[in-house]
Structure formats: C-alpha cells, structure tokens
C-alpha cells in the first residue's frame, strides 16, 4: 500500500508565461526535497521537467511534465505527498496546460517580478477561474533589484481581483540573500514591499469574511490565531474569496521552502476540491449526474489526462485516480468497451524515470505502459457502477494554424500517416486532415512554434522528414435560392443499357435543433417525394448515394457543399435498364444542374483574434485587421499600457499573421486565435476561386 492517504495528497500545476522560471522553481523545490542531488538549469540542458529533445533545443517546457515528493512543512510532524505539474508557457501549447487542469486541485502560476502579466497568465487565470479552481500567484526572481513589487502587486489586483493578497512577502536582504517574511502566520521583519503587519491584517479581514463565527470574534476586537485562520483560509481558497500571493527566486531559492509549506498546509486535498463533473450513462441510455467522491475504498474511477510515447515503454498514459484504488492487476472497463483491460505495472512520473509502485489511491496520479486503447480523455471505472461513465470535457481551443505536408521521399507516406497518429494521441490540440477538395493533407495546430516541434518530432523520433507549404484555405459551398435541376442517365453499350431519369429541387436549409427534420452530419435533409412510382423506391438510395458524392466533391469549386434540402418530386425508369449506377449518375448530375441554378455561395471561416500589444500599436494593428477584411469587436486597456483587441477575421488572410504583428510590434505582441464561424466570401474573389477550379472530367 501507499505510505499517504488521499487526505495527504496535494495535486498542483504549475502555469504561466514561457520564462518566467516555472521548470527553473521545480527545480529547487525537488532539490530542497532530496529528490536530485542539486538544480539543474534550463540553460544547461539538465532539468527533470524539460526532458525532450525538443525542449532542450528550444530552451522551454513543449510538453506537460510530472513530480512528486513529500515534504513536511515547518512547525508540522505530518508528511504531505505533494504531485506537481510543470506546464508550457507558450500560447502554442495552451492545450498541453489546459487538459491537465481537470487532474489537479489547484492551479500555481507563475508571474516573472520583471516582466509583470503576459499573455498566458491572464489564460490560465481566466480557465482557473471559470472552472472554480484554487489559485495561487507566485512572483518569481525577486532576486532582481530592479524590480517594482509594490507596482506589480497593484497590476495583479486590478487584472484579477481584489481577493488577490499576499501572504508572504520579500525581506530587506537584496539579490541572493533575499527570501520571504511569512505575513500568513503574522511573522514580523523588514520588508521591501509594504509593512508585514499590514499584510496579516489584510489577510484577516479578507478570510472572517467567509466564517461567521470568526468575523464576530474579528469585530470584537479578540486576536485570531494563525490555527484559527487556516480552516476559514482553506475555505475561501476554494471559492475563490482569496487568491493568495507568494514570492520566489527560482534562481537563488529564496521563498522556495515557503512555497513548499504553503502547497503542504494550505492547498486542499482531494477530499475538499472541487471534483470534475461526471455523468452516467445507464445501458437503456439515461444519462444522470455520477456520484464521484475521493474515497479509496468505493468503486475505482479513474480519468487518462496525459498520453506520450515513450521509445523504450511505448504508450505511457497517465491518468488521474478520483475514487477507489487502482492495484497493479486491476480489470477496469475504458469508456464504452464491454471487456475490462488489466493494468499491470503502476508506476509514478519523476519527469521522464519511472518508479514502480502496487497502488494509486483515491486522488493520486499513476500511469500505465503499453495499452493501446487509451486515449486522451477516457475514464476507467469499476463495472459495479452499471453503466457508462464520461468526464466533462475542459474546451480546448481548436487548432486553426495550418501547413500542408507532403513526404519528402517517395514511398514513406504510410510511416508518416504512423507518426502522425501517434502523435495525435499526445497533442491534444494537433489535428490531421485529408482535404479532398484540395488535394492536401493538412496539420493544423495553434501556432507557427507548435507545427514547428510537431515537424521536429517527426524527425528526431520517427526518422521521417516532410516537405510544407502554405495550405489552400478549405472553403465550404452552399446555395442560396431554391431551384431544379433535372437529368436524364441513358447509356446503351450492347446488350443491356443504363437508363434513369431524376428530376429534383434544392433550397437551402438552415439546421434548427427543434425542427422535425433534422439533416446529417453533412447538413444534408434528403426526401423522397415522388408520386405513383415514377421513380422505385428501391432506386431512391442510389439517387442519394449521387447527391452525396456531388455534397463531398463539390459543384461549383470543388468544396464540400452543406446546408441543403433536396427533394426528388419526379423521373422515370425503364423495366430492363434501369440499374442503380444509371441513378447514381442521373442524381448526382441533376443535383449539380440545381445547385448551378441555386445561386451558389462560398463560404469561408472566420476566427476570432485575441491580441495582445502595448497600447502604443494599437492604430497600426487595427489599420492591419482592417486591410485583412477584418473588423475589431471590442478592446480591453489593461494595466502596464497594455490594450488586448478582440477582432475576428477570415483564416484565409491570416497565413502569415504571426511574422506581420512580430514586425508591427517589435516582437513585443501575440495572439490567440479560435474557429468563429462560416460567412459568405465577397463576390469578387468568389469569382476567381470558382475561375480557376477545374472539375474531373467524367465518363458519360
């Protein structure tokens, strides 16, 4: 067994920006722990967290990584085992950070003392917050002595929230020599950044607010002890009435130990957060809230959160346990399969080692090798509970970047189709397409820098090299009038012929979630409403399998068509000819007839744009949005001369966004870009994409 239980477990992530010292901070809490010999350095290749290849050529976390350890705070006899997830920082991989977030209590970010806010910061606050997940700050390398604290304080509380208060503070020491003064526990000294008694005050008034009882006692007059506060402190942590705020110098270790006591004694266990949403599906297919609690002895639920390939283990999957016991052996069921799958050999993550253990209890993460069934996102569970069980799902943003690949060598597309799927499972925000209306395959993700490692990844692990270009936007037909369409298939060849004739009417059609018709996936609502057998039924699947294979190629530009009804009202067959490849010719062919008379339509996607920039560019990006077709819906002004501009534009204008706003901006903005909607392209250059395609020439 497990020498902790579930209430001895403390689940933490650590998010922010890239650079602000998150890998660097681990460092120094598992050296302090004696889990490695000394701190390792980003700049020397040799952290615990930034294992991979790529994360050592680029100099930053690529990938979410995991520790563990167990430390006893100061003043306390009882050992906390404490997990911690490193996290990048690049908006590239939002999705690495964000899909962890359902298999912890708490959230750490980390903010540079230097730098102040970035971009990424105010993401995961944001998630965090809307999740109802604890949060902590950590203001890193205030081992600076050009650092404005009080300045950067007062950013963080108009960004965030007035419940963001610290609970430490640096001393007077300057550079290496400084650490912290603990205001929580109303410790006194010299600090650089205000008076520490006025810090404890601030604390108290803030945690009575969420017990009565203390708040009576607060007003009387009457001390409150720091064992008294902790309870009440715990409480208004979870519901977000208090964001506290620690200091650190990952560099000189200064805060670090601090930090470490305040995950042990103040983050909540798995029995006091705030547990993911789970819903049972029962086998006659109601779907009701699962009732999931941190105890080790129920029946064992468990979420994968993390898959990675190993070279030497194959398949890793970490997953998250929420209630009962995983044992090496156990049977558990994944998702909707009807066979359980054993899980043998449990082990731990200490970055890329791994250590063998018999158990993982209720609120403890653990991971298994070489189960090819697991996927992102499944849940394990005990067969006891009768059903399906599903977590809700954290939104992801969709990946949006495209570039089309190709192999470079004849004769290596299977092994890149491998790579690629294999890859798929680890990068939760990478997407592969096979875009038949361009001929291209696709990966798409969220950033230049995120395709960039996937394409280093193929290299270094896979030994496959492709070449890439700028990706042909996949636009989408539709119509926009009602029209018919008619053709007459007669093919004679010797012998028996081909004969069948359709006449059919389209119109548009507009999904509605309460309407009794309800099209497919592809936005097609198909209807037979042909009178006296002028057509056979028996013929009607062949009329649609013709519309369908039209709906895929296209009619006009060779995109995939959407969002149309079709009704075939009349046609005519003949006794011995008639066969269903004369009515897969003569449905598609009139349906194609129709849409050219439907007033076709292109439509294109737009995304909405978040940008961040010193306020001082704000003209020259909005006159750049403009020029891209674009139009600004709104702008936030933000401490620190920042203004963040929220715009939506068309993707097919944005192929080389990231370079243009690094000019405009000095390197100093970024952006964050998610899938809005479809809108129908301008006349004008709908015309020059319709000029230029060329359909397939078929045989008659």
Do not use: W
């Not at 990584?65 to 920082?89: C, E, M, Q, W, Y």
């Not at 009575?208 to 902790?230: F, N, R, T, W």
């Not at 990946?399 to 294999?422: N, Q």
């Not at 891209?628 to 620190?640: A, F, H, S």
């Amino acid at each position: 067994m497990a020498d902790y239980t579930t209430a001895d477990i403390r689940n933490i992530a650590f998010a922010g920006h890239a650079g602000v010292g998150k890998t660097t901070l681990i460092e120094r809490i598992l050296a302090d722990a004696k889990i490695i010999g000394r701190a390792g350095a980003v700049e020397e290749k040799n952290t615990v967290c930034d294992f991979d290849d790529e994360e050592k050529e680029h100099g930053h976390s690529l990938n979410s990584s995991l520790v563990h350890f167990d430390h006893t705070p100061a003043g306390d006899d009882k050992s906390r085992h404490i997990n911690l997830i490193d996290t990048p920082g690049s908006p590239d991989f939002l999705g690495q950070t964000l899909s962890v977030l359902p298999a912890v209590e708490a959230v750490a970010v980390v903010i540079d003392a230097v730098k102040g806010i970035e971009t990424m910061t105010r993401r995961v606050m944001k998630v965090a917050g809307e999740r109802s997940m604890p949060r902590l700050i950590v203001i890193n390398k205030i081992d600076h002595d050009d650092v404005d604290l009080d300045a950067l304080v007062t950013q963080i509380r108009e960004s965030f929230s007035s419940a963001c208060l610290p609970i430490n503070l640096p001393d007077a020491q300057s550079g290496a020599d400084r650490s912290v003064v603990d205001v929580f526990a109303g410790d006194s000294g010299e600090t650089t950044y205000g008076s520490a008694e006025d810090a404890h005050t601030a604390i108290i008034e803030q945690t009575v607010e969420v017990d009565d009882a203390l708040m009576e006692k607060y007003l009387e007059g009457e001390d409150i002890s720091p064992e008294e506060l902790h309870a009440a402190f715990e409480k208004g942590l979870r519901e977000g009435h208090i964001i506290p705020i620690c200091f650190t110098s990952s560099r000189t270790g200064g805060g670090v130990a601090a930090l470490a006591d305040v995950f042990a004694k103040l983050c909540p266990s798995p029995l006091e957060g705030n547990a993911g949403s789970f819903t049972l599906t029962s086998k006659g297919g109601e779907e009701t809230p699962a009732e999931v609690a941190a105890d080790a002895a129920g029946p064992a639920l468990a979420h994968v959160f993390k898959v990675t390939a190993d070279p030497f283990m194959g398949k890793v999957s970490v997953f998250r346990v929420h209630q009962g016991t995983v044992r090496n052996g156990s049977q558990l069921l994944l998702g909707d399969a009807r066979k359980p799958l054993r899980l043998n050999h449990l082990f731990k993550l200490q970055g890329k080692e791994h250590e063998n253990i018999e158990v993982a209890v209720a609120g403890d993460i653990a991971a298994v090798a070489k189960i090819d069934e697991m996927r992102y996102g499944g849940v394990l569970r005990d067969e006891s509970f009768g059903g399906i069980v599903s977590l809700q799902p954290i939104e992801l943003p969709r990946p949006m970047y495209g570039l089309a690949i190709e192999a470079a060598k004849r004769g290596e597309e299977e092994k890149i189709s491998t790579a690629l799927s294999r890859l798929s499972d680890e990068e939760t925000t990478l997407a592969v397409e096979r875009r038949a209306a361009t001929g291209q395959t696709v990966l798409l993700g969220l950033g230049e820098l995120h395709l960039r490692v996937i394409l280093e990844k193929l290299k270094n692990r896979f030994h496959v090299e492709v070449v890439t270009m700028p990706p042909k936007v996949a636009f989408n037909e539709t119509i926009s009038a009602k029209a018919e369409g008619h053709h007459r298939h007669k093919k004679q060849t010797g012998g028996a012929g081909q004969f069948g004739e359709v006449y059919l009417r389209v119109e548009p059609y507009t999904p509605d979630s309460d309407s009794e018709e309800q099209a497919d996936e592809h936005g097609l609502l198909f209807e037979d409403a042909t009178v006296g057998g002028s057509v056979p039924r028996q013929f009607m699947p062949a009329i649609e399998k013709g519309i369908r294979q039209a709906l895929h190629d296209g009619c006009v530009a060779g995109y995939p068509l959407h969002n149309v009804k079709v009704s075939v009202y009349d046609g005519k067959h003949h006794p011995v000819d008639s066969k269903e490849v004369a009515f897969v010719a003569a449905g598609k062919k009139a349906f194609i007839d129709a849409v050219h008379k439907a007033k076709p339509v292109l439509m294109e996607p737009y995304v909405d744009m978040e940008i961040t920039i010193p306020s001082q560019y704000m003209g020259d990006v909005a006159s750049d949005i403009s020029g891209k077709r674009g139009r600004i819906q709104g702008t936030d002004v933000l401490p620190g001369d920042i203004t963040v501009v929220k715009a939506q534009a068309p993707l097919a204008e944005l192929s080389t966004y990231q370079n243009s706003l690094k000019s405009m901006t000095g390197g100093q903005g970024s952006f964050t870009m998610e899938y809005s909607h479809d809108e129908q392209m301008p006349p004008n250059l709908q015309a020059e994409v319709v000029a230029a395609y060329k359909p397939k020439e078929e045989e008659d």
